[in-house]
């Protein structure tokens, strides 16, 4: 991984969107030396800057819009992204082939402009061992912060990854036992999920079984993320106060779909953040359209198209109506889930402005609101003096036209430039 060295690199883009204003500026600067942001301000001034005896490069990228770097809140970096279920991965590889494939899927993730991301679930110690080996430099990628196996029951959603724990002795033991390892926050899986063993329509844990992990991750100053794909489910987590629902699915125990008011105005009111994960429903369609229009889909191909289509018309309505109540949303992949391979976090902020935040407000749910649902906004997620510089470059203006955040063209992790994934392919 590259390291930051003293030089004062000024960057001066066509525009800034600090996170912390509520639109683009243009006419500023941003110094970063060593690993933090040093000043922001106005171009004029930038020349004037004393480098401490450093040396001083500028960097200029007209017409191009800086930002802080993204942030995605979850994602599975031993998983493939090519279609396979967990279960599969798990019958077919083994923790040595899946920790090289997280090396992989780092090093995807930053050069397409992620620098910080969570690990919502890998086996056994190697989300662990992905952390280590970035802070070691052998391996190139973002910032993890990582959960370990996720914490569920007996037969559970990816039960497979080690994270069985039944009981309130027994949660509260595992919770102990993960954060005793590194985990830099809590994960579990509230309800059942693909997992065969597993039933997504009904919660897995009772509300004191989650409450006991709730006060050990609290106690410890991690947050609690919660998988959630029926409404008792969600309404158990609210109990138990997590930190964030991920999925945030209302469904009856009899897997029917339906909107319920009450627990809308719960997620409301606590102000629980709410990770939709709507991106991996359209990398799914997106992969299928392509596949339409260059060979045609097979019928059950087709048939996979009108069920996601129709599922993610719902799931658009159900959170757009949960923006316009004032539920925070905080963007989260679940990339290598499905066919969402990393590297297009982007389109999980995108499918955040069409459920109806504002390109500002979108990047900002893909910035500093999963820094704040993890406590570690004071260091990463807006461009102000004496953050990370952990930044991101892209052509065009994101707050008029937020496809251009896929336009990447440069990456700041820790004051240092990563290659862009443009950049790795001229490369070959």
């Known amino acids: 991984m590259p390291q930051a060295d003293n030089t004062l690199k000024v960057i001066k883009p066509g525009r800034l969107i600090d996170g912390v204003h509520d639109s683009a500026m243009e006419g500023t600067a941003v110094a970063i030396q060593g690993k933090s942001i040093k000043w922001v301000g106005p171009v004029s001034q930038a020349e004037g800057l004393d480098s401490g005896g450093a040396a001083r490069e500028t960097l200029e990228f007209p017409g191009a819009t800086l930002l802080a770097g993204l942030f995605d809140i979850h994602t599975h970096t031993n998983m493939p992204g090519d279609g396979r279920t967990g279960e599969e991965v798990n019958e077919g590889e083994n ?88 985990a830099d926050f809590i994960k ?33 100053g991690r947050s609690v993320l919660a998988h959630c794909r029926c409404t008792d489910a969600i309404n158990s987590a609210l109990d138990a106060g997590v930190d964030a629902i991920l999925h945030c699915s209302f469904y009856d125990n009899d897997g029917t779909y339906r909107w319920d008011q009450k627990t809308a105005d719960r997620l409301a ?76 976090f982007q389109g999980e902020v995108l499918s955040l402005h069409e459920a109806g935040l504002s390109p500002i407000e979108a990047i900002r749910a893909g910035t500093l609101s999963p820094a704040t649902a993890l406590g570690i906004q004071d260091s990463i997620g807006t461009v102000e003096p004496g953050k990370e510089a952990d930044l991101l470059v892209v052509n065009g203006d994101p707050s008029q036209d937020l496809a251009q955040l896929r336009d990447v063209a440069a990456v700041f992790k820790g004051g240092a430039r990563v290659a862009t994934n443009k950049e790795r392919a001229a490369l070959g």
């Open 188 to 220: 579990i899986a509230a309800s059942g999920g693909s997992t065969s063993t597993s039933d997504p329509y009904r919660a897995s844990y009772s509300v004191p079984e989650l409450t006991a992990i709730v006060e050990e991750a609290h106690n410890r």
């Open 95 to 182: 923790d040595q082939q899946r920790l090289l494939r997280s090396a992989v899927n780092a090093t995807a993730a930053v050069a397409s402009g992620v620098t910080t991301m969570c690990d919502c679930g890998s086996w056994n110690r190697n989300g662990f061992a992905l952390k280590e080996g970035l802070a070691m430099g052998v391996v190139e990628g973002p910032r993890v912060l990582v959960s370990g196996p996720p914490l569920t029951v007996t037969g559970g959603h990816l039960y497979y990854m080690g994270g069985e724990a039944d009981g309130i002795d027994a949660v509260r033991s595992m919770t102990r036992s993960l954060i005793k390892q590194g």
């Open 269 to 344: 009111e606590t102000g629980t953040w709410l990770n939709p994960t709507m991106g991996l429903g359209r990398a799914n369609r997106e992969r299928l359209e392509r596949l339409k229009s260059e060979r045609g889909l097979t019928p059950d191909e087709e048939e996979r198209l009108e069920r996601s289509t129709a599922s993610g018309a719902r799931s658009l309505d159900q959170f757009s109506t949960l923006v316009k109540a004032g539920v925070r949303l905080v963007g989260g992949s679940d990339c290598g889930w499905s066919y969402y391979p990393f590297g297009d």
